[in-house]
């Protein structure tokens, strides 16, 4: 059962332009949602989350939008550069269980 | 700090063959994970730790083993290596308070199985 589900598999932007990626969770008890950013070679690293208190965060180009009653979330990239080229994952977790549960990532690619 | 480190970065096993992923991390994090990761299936959980001397199954942790008899360091065991293992392992670490998602990840070990 994949609790997190994660879309697009892979996406295209070009440089300057929004990446839009989207996850939906099923799970209710979730009450943190990181997103990871990985590049080719390397492990994932923590990139911005969010718990479902706020509809929204945001750091620098980075911004997660969240929508409790819909149980979406999603990452937006503004102003995309070709370093932002990587897979993402979106994650959930219930901070009273220890693990997270990963969407399948999505693999962004920004085009020069 | 080296943060979270894992040997071997590259193995190639044969059918049947044994062997031990070493992950070990320096940040005193009581909680620690193993992945794997196949393309389009994202990150899956083998076996994680809440702590030395705990440790407990995740999403797929058949053909897998782990103990964890320190803080820092939580190997991963192949009893009998199969084609189907080949993949590339992650090591992840965080702290007990740390809210769930601030895990610290290794630099993987790509492990193919021939």
């Known amino acids: 059962q994949q609790q997190v589900k994660q879309s697009p598999q892979s996406l295209i932007v070009q440089k300057g332009g929004i990446s839009i990626i989207n996850c939906a969770y099923e799970?209710?008890?979730?009450?943190?949602f990181p997103w990871y950013q990985q590049f080719p070679g390397k492990g994932p690293a923590l990139l911005i989350a969010i718990r479902p208190d706020v509809s929204e965060k945001k750091e620098g180009r980075f911004t997660i939008s969240f929508n409790k009653s819909a149980k979406q979330f999603s990452l937006h990239i503004m102003d995309s550069q070709p370093g932002d080229s990587a897979t993402y994952f979106c994650a959930a977790v219930y901070s009273g269980y220890s693990t997270l549960t990963f969407g399948k990532g999505t693999m962004l690619l920004v085009s020069p | 700090n080296a943060g979270v480190t894992q040997t071997p970065k590259f193995q190639v096993l044969k059918t049947g063959q044994s062997m031990t992923l070493q992950c070990a991390q320096d940040?005193?994090?009581?909680?620690m994970s193993w992945y794997r990761q196949d393309p389009g299936m994202g990150l899956r959980l083998i076996h994680y730790s809440v702590g030395a001397g705990i440790t407990d199954q995740g999403e797929v942790p058949n053909g897998y083993n782990v103990s964890r008899s320190t803080t820092e360091d939580f190997p991963l065991r192949l009893l009998s290596a199969a084609p189907s293992q080949t993949s590339v392992y992650f090591c992840?670490?965080?702290?007990?308070?740390?809210?769930?998602?601030?895990?610290?990840f290794g630099p993987g070990t790509r492990l193919t199985v021939t």
């Open positions: 940040m005193n994090h009581e909680y």
């Open positions: 992840a670490s965080r702290p007990r308070d740390a809210g769930g998602g601030e895990q610290y």
């Open positions: 799970n209710t008890a979730f009450d943190y």
